[in-house]
């Protein structure tokens, strides 16, 4: 597994950007596709989005479309969540994921980091 840590969180008003970064540590990282996922509590955790090993390809969900962008910097181990135009239902806290590229779910998870969009 990898060992992951998220930063970039916090307060921002709406309309505004952050951006989210993934560290990773432990193993290959290039091994790995990268997924950004958020939960509301007393909701299930929601997809982001998602990046292939080597960033060739990226996709969001629809609710992020046009907004988020998903990118990666294999050199520095991290994966980034650049967040534009926010909006207060984009409060979540956000989680980055690690699925090795023979498995087929995500096995390693950060602690999350919380982010909160005000009106």
């Known amino acids: 597994q990898v060992q992951l840590v998220e930063s970039g969180g916090g307060l921002v008003q709406a309309g505004g950007s952050l951006r989210l970064s993934c560290a990773a540590s432990g193993r290959t990282f290039s091994s790995y596709i990268m997924g950004w996922f958020r939960q509301v509590p007393g909701k299930e955790r929601e997809f982001v989005g998602n990046i292939s090993r080597f960033g060739v390809s990226a996709s969001v969900a629809d609710s992020v479309k046009g907004r988020f962008t998903i990118s990666r910097d294999n050199a520095k181990n991290t994966v980034y969540l650049q967040m534009n135009s926010l909006k207060p239902d984009d409060t979540a806290v956000y989680y980055c994921?690690?699925?090795?590229?023979?498995?087929?779910?995500?096995?390693?998870w950060g602690q999350g980091t919380q982010v909160t969009v005000s009106p």
């Open positions: 994921a690690a699925r090795y590229y023979r498995n087929p779910s995500y096995d390693s």
